[in-house]
C-alpha cells in the first residue's frame, strides 16, 4: 500500500511539472490599453529582415517606422485614408495606424477603441473596404478582428505584407476574434 501511495505521489509530481511547460512566460494581456499598444506589440514581433518601409500616425503626428497615434477629430482623413465612413466616426474614442510608406493599397491598418457595438463597426469597415472603389492598386485581402471586445482591427493589403501581418498579430493576440479574413475581390 506504502509504495502505491509513494508511487501516486511521484505521479502527480511528475503531471504538474509538465503542466508549466509550453507556457509563455510574458503574454500580452488580453485587453490591451490602448490601439497604440495593440499595433506597436504586433509591429515589435518582427524581425528586422521582415519590415517593410511603413509610417504611423496621422497626417500632423506622422511616425517613421513605427506605428502612431491617429487623431480621430480628422474624420476627412479618416475616410480617406482608413475608410471609415463618416456616420461611423463618431464611434471611435482612439484610433492608432500603420500604412506602407510607399502605397495605402499595399498595406493600411488601423485599430479603433468603439464606444459602441464593435461587431457592427466590424461589419461596416469590412464593407467599406470591400466596397471601396480603388486606384493606384488593388489590395489583395482584408482582415476585420475584435481584441478584447472593444477594439476593432481593419487591415488591408497585399499578401506579401498582409499574411506575415495576420501571422504576427494572432501570435501577439491569439485570442482575438477574427471577424472577416478574406480576399478583397
Known amino acids: 500500500m506504502k509504495k502505491l501511495i509513494a508511487f501516486t505521489l511521484c505521479l502527480v509530481m511528475v503531471v504538474a511539472m509538465f503542466a508549466g511547460c509550453g507556457k509563455d512566460e510574458n503574454p500580452i494581456e488580453e485587453v490591451p490599453g490602448s490601439a497604440l499598444e495593440i499595433l506597436e506589440n504586433v509591429w515589435a514581433l518582427y524581425g528586422e529582415d521582415e519590415k517593410f518601409p511603413v509610417m504611423g500616425g496621422d497626417m500632423v503626428n506622422m511616425v517613421d517606422g513605427a506605428p502612431g497615434a491617429y487623431d480621430v477629430s480628422d474624420t476627412e482623413s479618416m475616410a480617406f485614408?482608413?475608410?471609415?465612413?463618416?456616420?461611423?466616426?463618431?464611434?471611435i474614442t482612439e484610433a492608432a495606424t500603420l500604412f506602407h510608406m510607399m502605397n495605402l493599397n499595399n498595406f493600411t491598418c488601423g485599430v479603433f477603441r468603439v464606444g459602441g457595438e464593435s461587431n457592427n463597426f466590424a461589419e461596416v469597415m469590412y464593407n467599406a473596404v470591400k466596397n471601396n472603389q480603388w486606384m493606384c492598386g488593388f489590395p489583395d485581402s482584408v482582415l476585420v478582428s475584435i481584441?478584447?471586445?472593444?477594439?476593432?482591427?481593419?487591415?488591408?493589403?497585399i499578401n506579401d505584407a498582409m499574411d506575415p501581418f495576420e501571422a504576427k498579430f494572432q501570435e501577439a493576440y491569439p485570442n482575438a476574434q477574427i471577424v472577416y479574413n478574406e480576399p478583397v475581390m
Open 81 to 91: 485614408q482608413l475608410l471609415v465612413p463618416a456616420d461611423q466616426a463618431g464611434n
Open 147 to 157: 481584441i478584447g471586445g472593444e477594439y476593432v482591427l481593419m487591415a488591408f493589403g
